[in-house]
């Protein structure tokens, strides 16, 4: 790993042993972009890369007579000259231009990676990274923007955030502040993007990339379930085992936008930040404004590469403290079995069981706090409901521990019902625009965090709950967008950053309470996966990855999330069958066989569940407690797509490869086939490995495949609807 400055062509070289991103001082000033891919030589000068052609029609700097920012590629495009293309910032100045042109002034390489302030971000030591920071100046706007750039010394991987200063002496206000940009010297691209809604979320789609624009976005306060911040650029004919291509991953919970254009002369630009709709920071004098981080992934060897890629730099360099690589504890969550029509003897007999059944920690979900026995009153009262705790929460968490169980729970710390003593004693807490009616969501409403006090007073009140109990996990819901986005707590012309202000205000509480509590494992949630970002990461290492807990839908809904997040932030749990999203009936075998490859859990009452279900429930704990290192930071390969074929299949991999587990499944059964193969990944090629007391070579499970004949039903299908089996591999 290193950063080169050639100083006579002006030119910068990060580099790894996988990746090379080259860029040059441009002819006006600018930052230009030379390249981006795998490594290169290094050389004094590349600027025959500049394109400096006379076209017509095509616009030039009045100083060099022949370059133009629409022909070239450009790392931080500004609006106003001569690029036509998407602009990744605009200034508002006090005489109303948006005109910039920000040149270099100097320039800062060290190692390690700085913090942002107030922001997640991917964190690496002086050793495991290097960091360049470009400074340029608009002596107009009286202004400077720095370019951060970090390259990873084991990561294919350049993080870059943005951070502009206000030199002047009169306001300004950023219109737009995107973190990143990307400009490509060709299109031949496809744009890939997880999209879906509650109970369907990251579904994989591709999309032809031309001219034009194609975009994904959240205009919802969060980064949502129905486009999850996290793109990938790919060639055509890159899959998840061969080819290029680039990852583009948020480390933000809020609205977004990521968009590729590609111009009318080959040019794609791929660029990602906070929506520029709704967002205006008013930058007054000598203020800063720090943009989140994009992380930029690329790889040359198929999809199953760039994940493994976010998995590891997400598990080493986002994730903190003690659950960093730590094995996720086995739990039982109370939801789907009681939901909140609960008291504190029917969770002890919950508890109970599931202790015999050998899980380690016992989540009491919704419904423990103020009024809360539906989802019309309670939230914002944090204080515990004597009738269902009659001994407070301590209580409770006592009793559990005595069993011999951690215990965790539930909180929703951004909302507010209107039939709450918060919302009666703080009408004016909420957001809500002067004299408009508020929308609802789940009857709630949202508390406008953008405010200091609002984040003082809910903190105060969750210390006391978690500080008098002895808790070892939360689980931090969050459950409707936000609508009429306004604070009074701000002037007219600052309603521009509350979206802005609200995140920072969750990641504000998120940092103290994990700093107070620094031992208790966080798992985000949002109605499931509607708030599933790198940014949640950092402060929340595992998150609720669905409201669908049926194990068929589950099995796209976890392939979907493997390709930007590890599988050791998947949360996933087995339900009672009929599944209540779905009505479906899957054996409790596949129930299990999905979940493992996540978190793992049980969400309904063990207690319902025949003598010979609870055996299998507790041979699958004790699979569990023996793989879970494996499963959940292994080396995941995505095998076979239930998004094309009615199957699916993954591997985990150990990194010595001496172990590996891989899960098959049959989705919908197909009469009168031929069972196949099913060709694994990431073994070791010479080695042999033990499969069902028999010896296989790692190549011969690789490029031969494993017969899948055990899913052979007479003869006549190739499956049954919804069997699966897990395997464990060994080398001898
Ligand atoms: C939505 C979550 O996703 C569920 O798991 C559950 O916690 C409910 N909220 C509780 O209200």
């Not at 009666?424 to 609802?440: I, M, Q």
């Not at 406008?448 to 210390?463: A, C, N, P, Q, T």
């Not at 499963?631 to 095998?639: A, E, S, V």
Request: charged share 25%.
């Amino acid at each position: 790993m290193n950063i080169i400055w050639h100083n006579q062509s002006k030119q910068y070289h990060l580099f790894n042993e996988k990746i090379s991103y080259i860029m040059c001082v441009t002819p006006v000033g600018e930052i230009g972009s030379i390249y981006f891919g795998k490594r290169i030589h290094d050389k004094d000068d590349m600027s025959y890369v500049i394109n400096r052609f006379a076209l017509p029609n095509v616009t030039v700097d009045p100083d060099t007579e022949s370059y133009s920012m629409e022909l070239n590629r450009q790392e931080y495009p500004s609006f106003g000259t001569t690029d036509f293309g998407t602009q990744a910032y605009e200034v508002e100045q006090p005489n109303g231009s948006r005109i910039s042109s920000f040149v270099y002034r100097n320039h800062r390489i060290y190692r390690g990676k700085p913090a942002i302030t107030g922001l997640p971000a991917t964190y690496a030591s002086e050793e495991e990274a290097m960091t360049l920071e470009i400074t340029l100046a608009d002596n107009f706007a009286k202004m400077t923007l720095t370019l951060f750039y970090t390259i990873f010394k084991d990561h294919p991987v350049i993080a870059r955030h943005v951070a502009f200063k206000n030199e002047g002496a009169s306001a300004v206000k950023l219109t737009r502040a995107l973190s990143a940009c990307v400009d490509l010297p060709d299109m031949d691209y496809e744009w890939m993007q997880f999209s879906g809604a509650w109970a369907r979320e990251r579904i994989p789609e591709v999309k032809k990339i031309s001219t034009g624009a194609l975009s994904i976005e959240s205009k919802r306060g969060t980064s949502s379930a129905n486009q999850n911040p996290f793109v990938i650029v790919k060639r055509p004919d890159t899959d998840d085992f061969m080819g290029e291509a680039f990852g583009f991953s948020f480390v933000y919970s809020g609205n977004f936008l990521a968009k590729a254009e590609g111009n009318s002369f080959g040019r794609l630009r791929v660029l990602m930040g906070i929506h520029p709709d709704r967002f205006t920071w008013v930058l007054n004098p000598g203020e800063i404004f720090e943009t989140p981080e994009v992380v930029i992934a690329m790889t040359d060897c198929g999809l199953n590469g760039l994940s493994q890629t976010y998995h590891e730099l997400y598990n080493n360099h986002l994730v903190r403290g003690k659950w960093k690589n730590t094995p996720r504890p086995i739990l039982i969550n109370n939801w789907e079995a009681t939901f909140m029509d609960f008291d504190e003897e029917k969770i002890l007999s919950i508890a109970r069981t599931a202790r015999e059944a050998g899980v380690e920690l016992f989540v009491l979900d919704d419904g423990w706090f103020g009024e809360r026995n539906d989802d019309y009153a309670g939230l914002g009262d944090w204080i515990e409901n004597p009738k269902k705790l009659p001994q407070g929460m301590a209580g409770l968490s006592s009793k559990i521990n005595a069993l011999g169980m951690k215990f965790g729970f539930w909180i929703e710390p951004e909302m507010v019902n209107p039939n709450s003593n918060l919302f009666r004693r703080h009408p004016e807490w909420v957001l809500a625009a002067p004299g408009r009616k508020s929308s609802l969501g789940r009857h709630q409403l949202v508390l406008d965090f953008s405010r200091e006090e609002v984040v003082d007073h809910i903190y105060g009140m969750l210390k006391k709950v978690i500080g008098d109990a002895k808790i070892s996990y939360i689980k931090w819901d969050m459950n409707r967008s936000l609508t009429e986005v306004f604070s009074p707590d701000l002037n007219a012309d600052e309603q521009g950053m509350v979206y802005h202000k609200y995140v920072l205000g969750v990641y504000s509480l998120y940092e103290r309470l994990t700093n107070e509590f620094p031992d208790i494992l966080f798992e985000s949630c949002s109605s499931g996966g509607n708030r599933y970002d790198a940014g949640m990461l950092y402060y929340a290492p595992q998150a609720w990855c669905s409201d669908n807990t049926d194990s068929i839908d589950r099995i796209r809904i976890q392939y979907g999330t493997s390709y930007g997040y590890p599988i050791s932030s998947i949360g996933a749990h087995v339900s009672a069958v009929p599944n209540q999203q779905t009505g479906r009936t899957a054996p409790i075998e596949t129930r299990a066989n999905v979940a493992y490859f996540g978190t793992f859990g049980y969400e309904l009452d063990l207690n319902t569940l025949s003598e010979e279900e609870f055996d299998k429930v507790k041979e699958q704990i004790r699979f569990m407690k023996e793989h879970r290192e494996l499963l959940q930071f292994g080396t995941f390969f995505r095998l076979r797509s239930p998004f094309e074929t009615d199957q699916a299949a993954w591997i985990v991999v150990s990194k010595d490869r001496k172990e590996a587990i891989f899960g098959f499944y049959c989705l919908r059964s197909n009469v009168n086939m031929m069972p196949g193969f099913l060709k694994l990944a990431g073994l070791d090629p010479d080695a042999l490995y033990e499969l069902d007391g028999e010896e296989y070579y790692g190549d011969e499970l690789m490029h031969m495949g494993v017969a899948l004949t055990d899913l052979c039903s007479d003869g006549l299908a190739t499956g049954k609807d919804f069997v699966s089996y897990v395997k464990t591999l060994k080398v001898k």
